[in-house]
């Protein structure tokens, strides 16, 4: 009887051990898991604030194109004869001809 009893005791240990080591295993496995996912997401942020940066330079070089094409655009419209052509043209307004008041401005030293 005794052992029986002794038997049945090593028997519930190496039960125990088995189930001590079974809930391990999947702590571990939960674990990385966890980490997994976790690394996963992560990349996943990591990609789109890459591709807001990526859109922000394109529009900070589109913004950056215009403003250069917009400055080339007054300073060739600031040109008095360019400003009294488009008069004309566009507005119909009648005026002296532009080499007329160029030579002008020229004799009188203004510029």
Do not use: C
């Not at 702590?27 to 997994?36: P, S, T």
């Not at 080339?72 to 307004?93: F, N, Q, T």
């Amino acid at each position: 009887m005794m052992n029986e009893r002794n038997v049945a005791m090593k028997r519930n240990t190496n039960e125990d051990f088995k189930w001590k080591l079974t809930k391990i295993h999947f702590g571990v496995i939960g674990a990385a898991m966890i980490f997994a996912l976790s690394l996963l997401a992560q990349n996943t942020q990591y990609r789109d604030f890459t591709n807001k940066l990526v859109s922000l330079n394109k529009e900070k070089r589109e913004l950056m194109d215009e403003k250069t094409r917009l400055t080339i655009k007054r300073e060739a419209l600031s040109d008095p004869i360019r400003i009294r052509s488009i008069a004309v043209e566009k507005y119909g307004m009648v005026g002296a001809e532009p080499n007329k008041v160029h030579e002008i401005e020229s004799s009188s030293g203004v510029e």
